[in-house]
């Protein structure tokens, strides 16, 4: 996948962290959706289990 925006690797090395990297609250701010659903489903499930058991 080619993608315009630098990892966050590459922008430490370049100096450039706060000019490259979205900050949360920013428009431009966008998780990597798959590990970020992964982890949110994973925490989401027992809890949902535990409130309504």
Same mark, same amino acid.
């Given at each position: 996948? /080619?993608?315009? %925006?630098?990892?966050?690797?590459?922008?430490?090395?370049?100096?450039? %962290?706060?000019?490259? /990297?979205?900050?949360?609250?920013?428009?431009?701010?966008?998780?990597? %959706?798959?590990?970020?659903?992964? %982890?949110g489903t994973?925490?989401?499930?027992?809890?949902a289990l535990?409130?309504?058991?």
């Amino acid at each position: 996948m /080619i993608s315009s %925006v630098p990892t966050p690797d590459a922008a430490e090395e370049a100096g450039r %962290v706060a000019q490259d /990297i979205p900050a949360n609250h920013s428009p431009l701010f966008a998780p990597v %959706v798959q590990p970020t659903l992964d %982890v949110g489903t994973r925490a989401l499930v027992p809890a949902a289990l535990a409130w309504l058991a």
